[in-house]
Structure formats: C-alpha cells, structure tokens
C-alpha cells in the first residue's frame, strides 16, 4: 500500500507539474502579447527629416508614451524580408512602397488607443495603427487566460489533494488492526497519530523525485526547441532556472503537506474512543 501512495502521489504531482509549467508560459506569453501591443505611426512620403524630427517631439508629449523607435522604410524591408523571404529583396530603392515609421510603446495598454488617436491628429502623420478592434480583443483574451488560469491550478490542487487523501486512506486502513493494538496498551493519540504523519510526509516527498525529475528533463527540451521557434517574433518561454525552481518547489511543498495531512486527517477516525 505504501507503494501505491508514492504511485498515486507521483502520477498526480506529475500531473500538476506539467499543467503549471504550461500556465505559467501561458501567462507569460498572454502578458508579453498585452504589454507588446505597439502603435506604428506612419510618417507622409517626402517628409523631411527637420519634419521627422518634429513628429518625434510631438510623440513625447502625448500621455501615455513610453517609448518611440524610428524605423527607416529601407529597415521596414529589412524586415519583411526576413518574416516573408528573400524573394522581397527584389523591392529596393524607389522602389520600396514602405514607409518610415514610429514604433510607440504606451505605458500602459489599455492607453494603446488613445496615443493612436493623438498620434493621428500630427501634422505630417499619414495614419497611425494599433490593431483596431483586434487590439481590443486581445486585451480580453490576454485578461481571459490569466483568470481561467489560475482556477484551473486551483481545482488541479483540489484534485491532487483528494488523491493523495484517499490513497494514504487506505494505507491506514490496512493497518487498522495495529491501530487498535497500541490503544488497547494505552498509547495516546499523539504518539500513535504522528508515526503515521512523518510516514505521509515521506510518502509524498517520495512521490516528487520522479515528476520534478521529468518535468525539468522535458521543459528544458522544450524550452529550446520553442526558442528557435519563437525567434524575431519578441516573445518567449519563461527561463528554465527560475520556472524550474518554482515548480520544484511547489511540488516538494505540495508532497510533504498533502501526506501529512492526509495522514492526519484519516487518522481521525481511527482514534475516536
């Protein structure tokens, strides 16, 4: 039986293991999306650089801005070449229907619009671009994910809780007879209870060896096969050395505290006179 705890206790700290690392990338990932939402302000054709400058100044005042990045149209191609392909370096010179344009990152997201807006109304501006109502309903889905997340590591904590309860549960029960035996010579509840707790303890400490063990071999194979993937797209997974260490700390926490407790809690009925 004690083996079957350390069982159920490793496939459900396993489990947990895994839908926390994905969360937290989720999260991570949903946040960069929300903080990364950026207003590209396209200057007019023929604008002269005493003219460039003037819309930079005009950017700074604008509530809301953090940050302005100017981006030539020869850097603009740069740049499509590399999403679309080399075939786009045949666009060059006159030939470039780019334009020059500001990158604008607002303070905060939700001011994203309103320094399009202002940004517009510059002299020389052609048009300024957010993503419109996309922009909007990425900030809801970005909201969205986060929430959802969080209440499904909850209800997975609840889940792994009642496993690993239940199975240590029936490890007691096995031993109901020398339950009995011991207070029948007169051993208080304390001194036959808390045997049982330091054998949950280490039952779910136990269980961790093999899901921290899997969970860092597999993020960190993960973790750079989907860094190249993510290159030049701005976003990426959370560092290996600081989601590891949080998980591996969480799934030692979560082991030790739900076999005691577990054990605790089954004892009850058990030493009931």
Known sequence: MSVAAVGAVTVTLLLVGFLLSVLMNVNKVASDIENNVQV??????GTKEKGIKQIKKSLEKIDGVESIKFSSRKQELHNVVGVYGSEFKLISGDQNPLYDVYVVDAKNPDKTIEVAK????????YDAKYGGTSAKKLFKLASSIQHWGIFISVLLLFVAVFLIENTIKITIMSRQNEIEIM?????TNSYIRWPFILEGAWTGLLGTII???????????????MSN??????????????????IDLLLIVIG?????????????????I
Do not use: C, E, W
């Open 40 to 45: 590209r302000v396209i200057i007019d054709r």
């Open 229 to 246: 993937s993510l290159k030049g797209s701005g976003y990426q997974l959370v560092a290996p050395h600081v989601l590891l260490f949080q």
């Open 118 to 125: 202002k940004a517009k109304k510059i002299k020389n501006v």
């Open 256 to 272: 030790i505290g739900i076999g005691a407790l577990g054990a605790g809690v089954s004892m009850r009925r058990f030493l009931k």
């Open 211 to 225: 899901p921290i063990f899997l969970t860092d071999f597999g993020y960190n194979i993960v973790y750079r096969v």
């Open 183 to 187: 207070r029948l010579v007169g051993a």
